[in-house]
């Protein structure tokens, strides 16, 4: 029996609902924890596919809407957006315990670090990745969302503001929960950033579909440098579109000076042949069309953004939740500190 996979069920249900298969499967988790699980199957063929489902505990049935992925990844095949490929949707619990999607298995590289960017690929391959990136991005902010059957999916106006209440009620009852768990520190710099982001909102610079965790390390990246699927659509919306390039250059981390840093604790955007953030949001401006003169504001939304999310995890260790990990709740509670100090950095004109 495999953790989050019922094998004897979710075996009948591959087999009656996906044609060419054969029995027996294996189930590898490639990811998990606090996010969805994602699950390598393997047929009696060698014939690989992925199973998304949510967590098996401490779920939040909006945070982990299965349907919903399936949703939207099936509405952007045959876009310019490269996605897996949907293949079948299961909403009955009684087969895994919870609602699951299946997609083909996509070839190609996660890249997490510069060690291993520079390894797969030469300095041309390296910046057509980082530009290739950023143009699928522009590609999925210029998809007719009614066309492709998601102008239902949200509210397409006032994204920022209710981005801005609903991480703000989270953070505010997560700190209610770190009280009740006796870990509670005051984290009031988060306040001060929300009340500052709050007093500037930028003008919506039209409506399209949100990825809201856009950046490298959430695609899939071919030998030559191409994005071969966009991943992880669970917290995927309709609104804003220069919130995406915000959240790519809260993870983009430029490349450092010639000859600067230990090549093996850089990360993958800091490899020599990626563009830095200046080049992709140029990219960004000519293909989109959109001025691009507030990404800063959408750098430090996405900073406390992350700020926020820090701090629920936080929580869930102060709640006792997690079991009893002291050290790493501290972890979590200093990075939600330093997310927002980043935040007020950049809004003080550090990008």
Excluded at 11 to 39: C, H, K, M, V, Y
Excluded at 235 to 260: H, I, K, M, N, Q
Aim: charged content about 25%.
């Amino acid at each position: 029996m495999t953790t989050g996979i019922d094998d004897e069920r979710v075996t009948r249900w591959l087999l009656d609902q996906i044609e060419g298969l054969t029995a027996p499967f294996t189930f590898e988790l490639i990811t998990g924890g606090r996010s969805n699980l994602t699950f390598r199957v393997t047929d009696a063929e060698g014939r690989r596919l992925v199973l998304r489902r949510p967590p098996t505990s401490h779920v939040l049935a909006s945070a982990h809407d299965m349907s919903r992925e399936h949703r939207i990844i099936s509405a952007l095949a045959g876009t310019d957006v490269p996605v897996p490929p949907a293949l079948g949707f299961c909403e009955d619990p009684e087969v895994n315990g919870a609602p699951f999607y299946v997609m083909d298995f996509v070839e190609g590289h996660i890249l997490r670090s510069a060690a291993e960017v520079e390894k797969l690929m030469d300095l041309d391959t390296q910046r057509a990745t980082g530009m290739h990136l950023v143009e699928v991005l522009a590609a999925l902010h210029a998809v007719d969302v009614d066309a492709v059957g998601l102008g239902d999916l949200a509210r397409r106006d006032g994204y920022i503001e209710r981005q801005l209440k609903r991480w703000h009620g989270q953070f505010q009852r997560s700190q209610e929960q770190e009280k009740e768990g006796g870990f509670f520190r005051p984290a009031t710099i988060v306040d001060e950033v929300h009340d500052r982001l709050a007093a500037s909102i930028p003008e919506q610079q039209g409506v399209s579909i949100a990825h809201g965790d856009y950046r490298l390390d959430n695609t899939m990246i071919s030998d030559e440098g191409r994005v071969a699927a966009v991943l992880d659509w669970e917290l995927c919306t309709l609104g804003d579109p220069l919130a995406d390039v915000g959240t790519l250059f809260v993870y983009w981390a430029d490349r450092p000076a010639e000859g600067g840093g230990d090549v093996r604790m850089r990360g993958a955007t800091q490899a020599p042949g990626m563009p830095t953030k200046a080049e992709l949001a140029e990219r960004y401006g000519e293909l989109s069309g959109r001025d691009v003169a507030s990404l800063p504001y959408y750098v430090a939304f996405g900073h406390w953004r992350l700020a926020c999310i820090v701090e629920g995890v936080f929580a869930r260790y102060a709640a006792g939740a997690m079991g009893d990990q002291s050290a790493a709740a501290e972890g979590f509670a200093s990075q939600t500190i330093a997310r927002a100090e980043m935040a007020m950095s950049v809004l003080d004109g550090s990008l």
